[in-house]
Antibody, heavy 117, light 106 residues
Framework: EVQLVQSGAEVKKPGESLKISCQGS????????IGWVRQMPGKGLEWMGI????????TYSPSFQGQVTISADKSINTAYLQWSSLKASDSAMYYC??????????WGQGTLVTVSS | SYELTQPPSVSVSPGQTASITCSGD??????TCWFQQKPGQSPLLVIY???KRPSGIPARFSGSKSGNAATLTISGTQAMDEADYYC?????????FGGGTKLTVL
């Protein structure tokens, strides 16, 4: 069974750094792209970017380019989303999702990030 | 990039047919997917490649596309179908989501 398990909720202060994770299991992790999606409170889905864990080829949405970094460690089947300096506006639920021939058919459970002073 | 436009809300009576539209200037050039999201849950893929249903998705969910508009149709809508629905398409190597439609089953 394909599973994407994300790291737990985070509470951070503005200016702090953060790295959240998404661990895949039940499939060959290096064979599928992993995307990240933001959902701000009460709002819609926003695609942030995608990574191919085999070679770390990455594409960012223009809206998120330079704002976050997507990476992966194929040795532990894990993809990451990180911020160097959080802002209050980064408070949101973040989902990882696997891209396959059907599209984004598998999703993680989400990681809630709260940034507040 | 371009935008995908969905109606903010759609209401339907139980047992009736609900239709949710998604329009975009380049939608005719790419495949469309649809996601269902219930409160507190992750999105669920219900339609891919315009009209195909993933395993486990009830047959009452169907998709279609004509020109630059895609439609998600739910036949015989049930109370459990009340949720937010998002269309999704590709723009070159990036992904675009519609703004979402809240389906209310009255």
């Amino acid at each position: 069974e394909v599973q994407l398990v994300q790291s737990g909720a985070e509470v951070k202060k503005p200016g702090e750094s953060l790295k959240i994770s998404c661990q895949g299991s039940g499939y060959s992790f290096t064979s599928n792209w992993i995307g990240w999606v933001r959902q701000m409170p009460g709002k819609g889905l926003e695609w942030m970017g995608i990574i191919f864990p085999s070679d770390s080829d990455t594409t960012y949405s223009p809206s998120f380019q330079g704002q976050v970094t997507i990476s992966a460690d194929k040795s532990i089947n894990t993809a990451y989303l990180q911020w160097s300096s959080l802002k209050a506006s980064d408070s949101a639920m973040y989902y990882c999702t696997r891209l396959d021939s059907s599209g984004y058919s598998h999703w993680g459970q989400g990681t809630l990030v709260t940034v507040s002073s | 990039s371009y935008e995908l436009t969905q109606p903010p809300s759609v209401s339907v009576s139980p047992g009736q047919t609900a239709s949710i539209t998604c329009s975009g200037d380049k939608l005719g050039e790419t495949n469309t997917c649809w996601f269902q999201q219930k409160p507190g849950q992750s999105p669920l893929l219900v339609i891919y490649q315009n009209y195909k249903r993933p395993s486990g998705i009830p047959a009452r969910f169907s998709g279609s596309k004509s020109g630059n508009a895609a439609t998600l149709t739910i036949s015989g809508t049930q109370a459990m179908d009340e949720a937010d629905y998002y269309c999704q398409a590709w723009d070159s190597s990036t992904v675009i989501f519609g703004g979402g439609t809240k389906l209310t089953v009255l």
